[in-house]
Nanobody
Framework: QAQLAESGGGSVHPGGSLRLSCAASSRTFSSSAMGWFRQAPGKERECVAAIGRSVLSTYYADSVKGRFIISRDDAKNTVYLQMNSLKPEDTAVYYC????????????????????WGQGTQVTVSP
């Protein structure tokens, strides 16, 4: 199974930006759909962005559309989440997840569909 390691979290002021990275150890990365999820205290885990094998297949939660951008670099086995115009409500632990999909180009946004998970990275947005 792939091991996933997130990085790039931290504390920013509202309106700031962060870029999260998730490095995968598996050679199956290029045939995996990837997702970024977040979980705030007392709230359910939610998918904020997901990407299929093709960079043209993406999903964004309504709450982050126009502010977050998911991308992937298969040569580096890495998926990114560029977060702009951050708001206090974006504060959460962010997790990346992987789902091997073979030749499918589908994108997935339900957490139960994902097989491998990283340990998470904290993002805090406060004045």
């Amino acid at each position: 199974q792939a091991q996933l390691a997130e990085s790039g979290g931290g504390s920013v002021h509202p309106g700031g930006s962060l870029r999260l990275s998730c490095a995968a150890s598996s050679r199956t990365f290029s045939s995996s759909a990837m997702g970024w999820f977040r979980q705030a205290p007392g709230k359910e885990r939610e998918c904020v962005a997901a990407i299929g094998r093709s960079v043209l297949s993406t999903y964004y939660a309504d709450s982050v559309k126009g502010r977050f951008i998911i991308s992937r670099d298969d040569a580096k086995n890495t998926v990114y989440l560029q977060m702009n115009s951050l708001k206090p409500e974006d504060t959460a632990v962010y997790y990346c997840a992987a789902k091997p999909t073979g030749y499918s180009n589908d994108v997935y946004y339900r957490d139960w569909e994902y097989v491998n998970w990283g340990q998470g990275t904290q993002v805090t947005v406060s004045p």
